[in-house]
């Protein structure tokens, strides 16, 4: 865990392995509830930051009546392209090395 000073106050930022996260996920997230901060970190490069959501900030409604449920809802068409996608993605890959 590390403190941070900022303008006097100070702030405490916790940080966690991607292995550590997953072990006590529970325990960051009770934190994230508290107001804490959790930095993740990826062999030692920060990869993402759990922040508390603002108070109003995510709003979740019912879906409307008569919707069809997401596993009903139909797949669409697949589209004819003029370029094979598989063939970029290797061009892609091979520049890459």
């Known amino acids: 865990m590390a403190i941070v000073t900022i ?3 100070h702030i405490v930022m916790k940080e ?3 292995a550590e996260l997953k072990a006590r996920l529970s325990e960051f997230i009770r934190a994230v509830r508290r107001g804490d901060t959790v930095t993740v970190f ?3 490069t920060p990869v993402a930051r759990l922040v508390p959501i ?3 900030g995510l709003r979740v409604r019912e879906p ?3 919707s069809l449920p997401p596993n009903k809802v139909p797949i669409p068409s697949r589209k004819k392209l003029k370029f ?3 063939e970029l ?3 892609e890959r091979q ?3």
Do not use: T
Request: hydrophobic content about 30%.
């Open 64 to 66: 409307r009546e008569g």
């Open 84 to 86: 094979d996608v598989l």
């Open 95 to 97: 520049n890459q090395r």
């Open 7 to 9: 303008y006097g106050y």
């Open 42 to 44: 990826d062999r030692n």
């Open 54 to 56: 603002a108070k109003g």
């Open 89 to 91: 993605l290797l061009e």
């Open 16 to 18: 966690a392995r991607v």
